[in-house]
């Protein structure tokens, strides 16, 4: 078997659709001149929900200021992007209806500030729906298959059971999309992307062409019929793919957890205001307890809100953070079976050539050694990728529980103040009392 | 339990150790009354609860509670001689027997209840069993509250039999029977359930008796309620133990998390565990509200008895008016009312003068006799309605005062079940931290 060659890890090396290439020399997928809206987009004055879009802008850059307000860096990230050599920051908010003859749907605003020179411009804002962001995804999928591209929020909802225009809804995929962007601007080879760069400047993007070919599940046709059956896995990437399961096990118990927590919670604030409200009708009965009564049903209610929003964080930040990691470890795992064939077709390819050398000293094509260059690049990708990945889990998780511990933090802080008012209120009125009967 | 005046407050009594005498109930001091009340001349508490068994009244062998009653003289308490005190045991039973005589024999006095016969407004994880060492606890603290009660009262104390039970063992059953108050106690319950039309109730009773309806509607929803609360509210810390668990079990995965990670899952355990001890705590709370549903009852009870009196006041009044109108006929021969004597006579004739005479006399004598009923019954009646209001007034204060302290210790566990969460959560997030 030829010698392993080394390879630097970092730089992208050889594949042809990976690297980094300027701007300029890369075909724009759009055509030169500006496209207007397409007919039938129309917009109406009002709706319920959310309010209605106005018309896709064109690039104004968002402020400086509210960029970096809105970005929620994490100053411990370790790695290539540390906060100080980060160049490229992206946001997704804004949400907005569309209202068309044809359909409905939401499009957020990407803002984009950057001093890369594979920029034209410093700054960015576009206007992008759901679609484009898949679009995105699977283009990188496409032109990056040994690296790891994250993961998009699901595409499908089930019509009837979730309300897709609701505000808590449309919030959530939001802040995953805006997460998305963030992981691919993160990375040192996805963010080079010429699609990524187009995604985040071009006025609108012509995708048509490229969805049609493709279903929801999204796996890259160029490596799924390729027939090569892999020998030996090395056990370093048997690890990864025991440790991803083992991890999507214990996910998915935390999400059953959380959701049964949400049942009990809500159960309870339901009993809980009946229970407050027994006090209220047992005050009005009443004198000199009348008040006392009142102030424990209204604290009784304060503590109602407060478990109120702690449920509605308990959805809204906790349970979509939970899922979205499940779906990271989906895409990881593809990675790792992309690796798998292409080493499998490596393999496959040499013991071909090496039968044909044996048979009539044919020498090795040079074909099988450029698989041998694949697989390596692709393991040290996959490598890297996986070194941030784990980075990242760590610091996602970390910020994530220590969210949650901060939130019930702050619901029993609310309950303590509203029972420790309550308190103070009744026992000065209780040695008001006491001095105007010694008087 | 001295009587410095001084009101303590619950606020202060936040370690609920061990009861001796000496911390008694912080409502012992609060009782105190103007008066020579037993409690100013005896100290009393119900110190301790025993399991034993024996043979019941059909020889069957039964397990069953006794609680020890320890009394000693106040002035040698004050003295700071420290005596050892005097005790004897006796079982709920004896207790209702007592509660039931003074019901009986002081029918205008709002009669302090015992601690519930068995466990009601459970919430599904508490123990219904009489024999659960946390239900006899709150029943020895009940009990004792009781007697606190009762030999605060103003009338109430100065019972002999009530002293009897609390410093004589032996022979204090065939006392309170002696005393025939069983006779009385069976019409007392019949009369309570009777229906009876009055045409003119004092309105201060009627109003106290539409309260005590309310107030006892009240109370039980409430404890209903809380109930329901406190079943929710454990189904929610429980769940947060399976964190634990999964925390675990994720921490055997990973490197640099691992630790951080299965600190965090032990104090979710704690968290998990927490509950029982707060829910058990607030028992005390519930104890309180169903002091005062049965309490509710025994203000009814004041009422109706009011009601009957009235009732039979009116009766004899009403008795003594026909009475009065039959000697008028009588006398004068003229026929107002319908009455079959009058339709015989027109009949078959009037009687003869002799037996008029006799039944004139009769009349006048029954008249007479009906007079002086009236006039005790209505004496009876404005004694009544007299002792009745008063005990009403200091029910009203008492009942005021214990029920906004019951509210602030409540409002208290409520802070400590906060401040506990606060702690917990702080914890693990600590934990979290070092992931």
Known sequence: ?439 | MADDGRDESLATDEEDSEPSCEEGASLSTAMVDDGSTLIRRLEICVAEAEKRTGKNAVNMGENYTVYLIETRPMDAVNDGRNPAPDSLWRRYSEFELLRNYLLVTYPCVIVPPLPEKRAEFVWHKLSADNMDPDFVERRRVGLENFLLRVASHPVLSNDKILHHFLTEEHGWKEAVYDTGFQAKADSRLRALSATFRVRNPDKRFVEMKHYSDELQSHTSQLLRARARVADRLYGVYKVHGNYGRVFSEWSAIEREMGDGLQSAGHHMDAFAASIDDILEEEEHYADQLKEYLSYAEALRAVCRKHELTQFELEVCTQDLVTKRQQREELATGMVRTFSLKGVTNKLFGAEAPEQREARLKLLEELICEGQDGVKDKTLECQEQVERGLVDMQRFKEQKDKDLKEALISYALMQVSMCKKGIQVWSNAKECFLKM
């Open chain 1, 1 to 439: 078997l030829p010698a392993r060659r080394t390879m630097s890890v970092g730089a992208p090396k050889g594949l042809a659709s990976s690297g980094q290439k300027p701007i300029t020399e890369i075909t724009h997928p759009l055509s030169a001149a500006d496209e207007p809206l397409s007919p039938g987009v129309t917009l109406c004055p009002q709706d319920a929900g959310l309010t209605n879009g106005t018309p896709v802008e064109t690039s104004s850059p968002a402020s400086v200021s509210s960029l970096f307000n809105r970005l929620q860096l994490d100053d411990e990230l370790d790695g290539d992007t540390s906060s100080e050599t980060k160049d490229l920051f992206v946001t997704v908010d804004d949400p907005k209806k569309h209202v068309s003859t044809m359909e409905t749907y939401i499009t957020y605003r990407v803002s984009t500030k950057t001093t890369r020179i594979e920029f034209d411009l410093p700054e960015y804002s576009v206007r992008r729906r759901y679609q484009d962001f898949d679009w995105l995804r699977i283009k990188l999928d496409d032109s990056q298959p040994t690296h790891l591209v994250p993961p998009l929020p699901e595409k499908f909802v089930m019509k009837g059971v979730v309300d897709r225009f609701s505000e808590e809804f449309v919030e959530t995929r939001m802040k995953a999309l805006d997460k998305f962007l963030k992981r691919v601007a993160d990375h040192p080879v996805l963010s080079f992307n010429p699609h990524f760069n187009a995604f985040l400047t071009a006025k609108d993007l012509n995708k048509r062409q490229g969805l049609a070919l493709l279903t929801k599940v999204g796996e890259s046709v160029k490596y799924v019929a390729s027939g090569y059956k892999l020998r030996a896995r090395p056990a370093e990437y048997t690890a990864m793919v025991e440790y991803l399961d083992t991890f999507s096990g214990k996910l998915g118990t935390m999400d059953r957890i959380a959701q049964r927590i949400l049942k009990e919670q809500s159960e309870y604030l339901t009993e809980l205001r009946e229970y407050g409200s027994v006090y209220s009708s047992w005050a009005a009965l009443e004198e000199e307890l009348q008040r006392p009564l009142e102030g424990v049903a209204g604290s009784v209610s304060t503590c109602c809100r407060a478990m109120e929003d702690l449920s509605e964080n308990m959805s809204q930040d906790f349970l979509p953070v939970l899922r979205e990691y499940v779906l990271y470890i989906e895409s990881m795992k593809n990675v790792l079976r992309k690796r798998d064939q292409c080493q499998a077709e490596y393999e496959g390819r040499l013991e071909a050539a090496i039968l044909r050398r044996q048979e009539d000293r044919t020498p090795v094509p040079a074909e099988v050694e450029k698989c041998q260059d694949k697989v390596e690049c692709f393991n040290a990708d996959l490598k890297a990728d996986w070194e941030r990945w784990q980075r990242n889990k760590r610091q996602d998780f970390k910020q994530l529980l220590t969210g949650m511990a901060d939130k019930n933090i702050s619901y029993y802080e609310k309950c303590q103040s509203a029972w420790e008012s309550l308190i103070t209120v009744l026992q000065d009125k209780q040695t008001e009392d006491k001095t105007s009967e010694t008087n």
